[in-house]
Nanobody
Framework: VQLQASGGGLVQAGGSLRLSCAAS????????MGWFRQAPGKEREFVAV????????YSGDSVKGRFTISRDNAEKQVYLQMNSLKPEDTADYYC????????????????WGQGTQVTVSS
């Protein structure tokens, strides 16, 4: 599976962005898909994960209620809708694919896209 994230940019605090992750390969619908982020000087942080059929999602505490993960298996896309953005959401955002169990641990993800940068100004 190859992944390519897009949709990052500069936004004011309180604003919204939607990130997209396009996947290639015929087995996309078999993978849990996750979003992670990494701010300068900080460790990679789990953001959200969605099950292969899209029925189950789980979000990290810092984004719960503000960010929503979704997917379209027919289009081989996964999305991250980010609302009520805060300056502390500034980071590079990565999408990743996990062929095992639903997990918030980055070590469980076999495939990674390149990051897309999100900057939230105060």
């Amino acid at each position: 599976v190859q992944l390519q994230a897009s949709g990052g940019g500069l936004v004011q605090a309180g604003g919204s962005l939607r990130l997209s992750c396009a996947a290639s390969g015929r087995t996309f619908s078999r993978y849990h898909m996750g979003w992670f982020r990494q701010a300068p000087g900080k460790e990679r942080e789990f953001v959200a994960v969605i099950s292969p059929n899209g029925y189950n999602t789980y979000s990290g505490d810092s984004v719960k209620g503000r960010f929503t993960i979704s997917r379209d298996n027919a289009e081989k896309q996964v999305y991250l809708q980010m609302n009520s953005l805060k300056p502390e959401d500034t980071a590079d955002y990565y999408c990743a694919a996990n062929g095992g169990l639903m997990s918030k641990d980055a070590r469980g993800y076999e495939y990674w896209g390149q990051g897309t940068q999100v900057t939230v100004s105060s």
